[in-house]
């Protein structure tokens, strides 16, 4: 009888700490310890971030182990985030999870984060819809937004990215302009439940067809609210929801022309999102309807696998495992990487 392969995922790219641990490309346990400090904040404090992953990891990794139902001496590798990320917050999980993976005497795999956010699509679940490859990858989160051709599992091609801001980053700041706690994002998302998308118009950015900008849409919606708030007060209580109807509307236009524009040049209809915005109802929505009216096959993640998860970084560890790709005890964080690297 062949063996089984346990996998132990560890993830501390930013603020939540999480383990997870895999079998065989089934996940058993996913836990995941969130930081609550930072929203008194507006924002992720770097240096909190890594004192709080410090105090989350042994609890979080023990739980992921005893919710596998099974025990560290089992586990066959050790995978963990090498970035990117925050550095300090990267620090502590590649620290933990070489001194893991020495202790056991079992292989390291370090992790592409973002290659991990794409990656997620292949955790074997019953109802579980894989992408064949080549499908294109629209990578969308507090950090990065990019198009991506998965000619393979490893083998990636980045067919377009932000020159500046990344979406998350657009939604949250818009959020805070209105005055939301953080992290705005989902906030816009619910609110833009109830009002018009197309009560208010904000103009798109001009740049390539596969590239994406969102910092002048940003100073546009700040102009735009500071503007109107100054001829009447109220303005933004009055039009909470149409407000945020407009911006995630304008927002998800842009996403979708680019995957317009990646479909047209690549004659590929296989099409994936992941990264924490594959959350946003709309871009889901949108999906779903590109389905019926232009044909393409959609794939999209489970709620539980788009912000970051250890899930995710289990399964690209399985992943590598198969192929034996492991890393060297002195693999190092890296805070800056490519999905490509």
Not at 132 to 145: A, D, E, K
Not at 168 to 189: M, N, Q, T, V, W
Request: aromatic share 8%.
């Amino acid at each position: 009888m062949q063996e089984k392969t346990y996998i132990l995922g560890i993830e501390s790219s930013c603020d939540d700490t999480s383990a997870a641990v895999i079998c065989d490309g089934v996940v058993l346990s996913n836990v995941i310890a969130n930081q609550e400090v930072h929203a008194q904040y507006g924002g992720v404090v770097p240096e909190l971030a890594s004192r709080a992953h410090q105090q989350n990891i042994v609890p979080v990794v023990q739980q992921a182990i005893e919710k596998a139902g099974i025990t560290k001496e089992d586990l066959s590798a050790i995978s963990f985030t090498k970035g990117p990320g925050l550095m300090g917050s990267l620090l502590v999980g590649t620290s933990f999870a070489k001194s893991l993976a020495l202790g056991l005497n079992i292989p390291l795999i370090d992790v592409n984060h973002m290659q991990a956010h794409v990656l997620a699509h292949f955790i074997k679940e019953e109802d579980a819809k894989m992408p064949p490859f080549p499908f294109i990858c629209l990578t969308i989160s507090g950090g990065h937004t990019q198009i991506v051709k998965m000619n393979g599992y490893f083998d990636i091609e980045i067919l377009g990215e932000t020159i500046d801001d990344a979406v998350g980053e657009a939604f949250d700041k818009s959020a805070k302009i209105l005055g939301l706690p953080y992290p705005g994002g989902p906030l816009i998302d619910k609110y833009a439940q109830l009002g018009n998308p197309k009560a208010y118009s904000f103009t798109k950015p001009k740049v390539g067809d596969l590239e994406f900008s969102f910092s002048g849409l940003k100073t546009g919606i700040l102009y735009f609210i500071q503007r109107n708030v100054k001829e009447d007060p109220n303005f933004i209580k009055d039009n909470l929801y149409d407000i945020c109807a407009s911006i995630q509307h304008t927002i998800i236009e842009i996403l979708m022309d680019k995957l317009k524009n990646a479909v047209k040049q690549t004659g590929i209809q296989h099409i994936a999102i992941a990264g924490g915005v594959s959350a946003n109802s709309e871009i889901r929505k949108r999906l779903g309807l590109a389905e019926k009216h232009w044909g393409w096959n959609t794939y999209i993640p489970k709620f539980q696998y788009t912000t970051d998860n250890a899930a995710m970084i289990a399964i690209t560890g399985y992943l590598k495992y198969l192929e034996g790709s492991f890393s060297e005890i002195s693999t190092k964080a890296e805070a800056r990487l490519k999905v490509t690297e």
